[in-house]
């Protein structure tokens, strides 16, 4: 059993916290707003989970989500996340988030500046290209023709493989998109971005990614 910190109680920090604990991993999850804020999704989620500040989730978590907007990236804890694998399931809408002209231009990527803003921590890309309520409705058991498959990408292969692992366990095929370098593949706008597909065909979108849209 692991602990998931979860940094973002919004549509996919919850989805991911429910899919979580149905695999019997516990959580610890966090808002922008207290967790005070957070007694009807910890009713809905149950005993295994409980509402914390966003420090007290990184620090309780064996591995941590990060899934607040993506402009407010560096508000993320720094000391409570060093040395753990941390889920990035961060977008970049610069309509919401700001202009990034790092990004803009193609010269970084959304992991990579988080992975920058935690450099004690093993960013992972995960769960960025698929819709909050997909995850807990279209997972199948492994080996099922036409298997969903989401994106994963790390320096780090323990936390590729430990994402691989989490997919499997909610009933989705992964696809290594590794290093880190190269996760604006499954950025937004992108051909593999919220749609559903199989193995295959989300190699196929990769490959076929444009560096900026």
Not at 93 to 110: H, I, K, P, Q
Not at 111 to 133: D, M, R, T
Not at 186 to 201: G, I, L, N, S, T
Request: net charge negative.
């Amino acid at each position: 059993m692991t602990t998931l910190g979860i940094i973002g109680a919004g549509h996919i920090g919850s989805a991911v916290a429910k899919a979580a604990i149905a695999l019997g991993h516990d959580v610890v999850i966090a808002n922008s707003r207290g967790p005070e804020t957070l007694s009807g999704l910890i009713a809905e989620l149950g005993p295994a989970a409980r509402a914390a500040t966003a420090a007290e989730a990184g620090a309780a978590g064996d591995v941590v989500v990060v899934t607040v907007p993506f402009g407010k990236y560096r508000d993320v804890p720094v000391e409570p996340l060093a040395g753990k694998i941390v889920l990035d399931t961060n977008n970049y809408y610069w309509e919401r988030d700001g202009r990034f002209a790092e990004l803009d231009r193609g010269e970084a990527t959304t992991a990579g500046l988080l992975q920058a803003h935690l450099p004690e921590s093993k960013v992972v890309k995960a769960f960025n290209h698929i819709g909050a309520a997909d995850i807990n409705r279209d997972g199948s058991p492994a080996g099922t023709p036409g298997r969903r498959a989401l994106a994963v990408s790390s320096d780090h292969p323990d936390a590729v493989a430990f994402v691989v692992d989490l997919y499997d366990g909610i009933g989705f095929d992964a696809v290594d998109v590794s290093p880190l370098s190269e996760s604006w593949r499954v950025e937004r706008d992108r051909p593999a971005y919220v749609v559903r597909q199989d193995k295959d065909e989300l190699t196929a979108n990769l490959a076929k990614a444009p560096r900026t849209v």
